[in-house]
């Protein structure tokens, strides 16, 4: 947190994309990009393992509490890159990935409740809204609104608790993000968290501290563990610098520790020498005498 960079594995390179740890931090699920995107898990002792699963693209995933399974978002068929689902894997690969939502939009991203009862996704729907819903993973499911408003609503994340969640939305400006969070489910009141724009929420594994990316540093909020929403002012921790961003989904995860387990964009190629040469037309008219 105080911005000193440690390599993870100087062994595997490759574009890696969305890592997400483990809350038992033993695990780490990271999309790598080659042909396909490919879902891949790296454990403890160093072993890699691919995710076999349908589809071209399996990325963004997202952890059960006690660390025995990810939820992930998977595009079906190459036929219909515009039809995501949702899938759920043991991460002992002991069965193969079940299909838990294919829902009438395009599925995004997805988490859990802690308890297991819901899932909370955000799907762009007609129009090009990207809104935030949620639906029981048993009994009736029903889709239910948490975000349905005007823009894009995207970077979802619900606190350890269960009790808050954390969201990015451009407030159909289509201009600025900012984070906001509010209690789940009533969603009521809202507050907003970032100042002058802001991305990328995650929690700390302990709920009293939510982060977030500015234009340039990575941020820090203390949140009260009361029963209301105690929201406190943003602070920087270090610079991001070449550290990777995006809209669509977390680029980062939070160790228990209070690490940052972050993807760090390759040096830029030096830019080419820049030769100058004077009296280049004399020589050039005196050429054509």
């Known amino acids: ?38 879902l891949w898990l790296r454990r403890q002792n160093g072993a890699r393992e691919k995710v076999v699963a349908p589809g071209n693209a399996n990325w963004r995933p997202h952890w059960t509490p006690n660390s025995d ?22 991460v002992d690969l002991s069965a193969d990935a079940e299909l838990v939502f294919d ?9 859990t409740t802690p308890d297991r009862k819901w899932l909370i996704f955000r799907a762009d729907e007609d129009g090009g809204d990207s809104n935030i819903r949620y639906r029981s993973l048993q009994g009736d499911t029903t889709l239910r609104p948490l975000v349905v408003e005007a823009g894009q609503s995207t970077t979802i994340a619900l606190s350890p608790n269960g009790r808050w969640l954390a ?18 489910p009533a969603m ?13 929420p995650r929690w700390s594994r302990d709920g009293r501290e939510l982060f977030f990316k500015s234009s340039t540093h990575m941020m820090s909020v203390s949140i009260g563990d ?18 990777r961003s995006a809209r669509n989904r977390q ?11 972050m993807i760090r964009d390759p040096q830029p190629d030096a830019a080419p020498p820049v030769v100058y040469v004077q009296g280049l037309f004399a020589e050039l008219r005196a050429l054509r005498r």
């Open 1 to 38: 947190r105080y911005g000193r960079v440690t390599p993870f594995d100087s062994t595997w390179r490759a574009h890696f994309e969305y890592p997400a740890l483990s809350p038992d931090g033993r695990i780490v699920a990271v999309s790598v990009r080659a042909e396909a995107t490919e």
């Open 167 to 184: 969201y990015t939305s451009d407030d159909g400006s289509g201009v600025r993000y900012n984070v906001y969070v509010a209690p789940f």
């Open 103 to 111: 829902g009438p939009y395009g599925l995004w991203e997805a988490e």
């Open 251 to 261: 680029q980062y995860d939070v160790a228990a520790d209070g690490r940052f387990l």
């Open 188 to 200: 009521t009141p809202r507050r907003l968290v970032s100042r002058g724009g802001g991305i990328e």
């Open 69 to 90: 399974s990810i939820y992930f978002v998977s595009i079906s068929s190459g036929d219909d890159a515009n039809n995501p689902v949702i899938r759920k894997l043991p």
């Open 226 to 243: 009361g029963a209301s929403l105690d929201v406190g002012n943003p602070r920087p921790l270090f610079t991001l610098g070449r550290f």
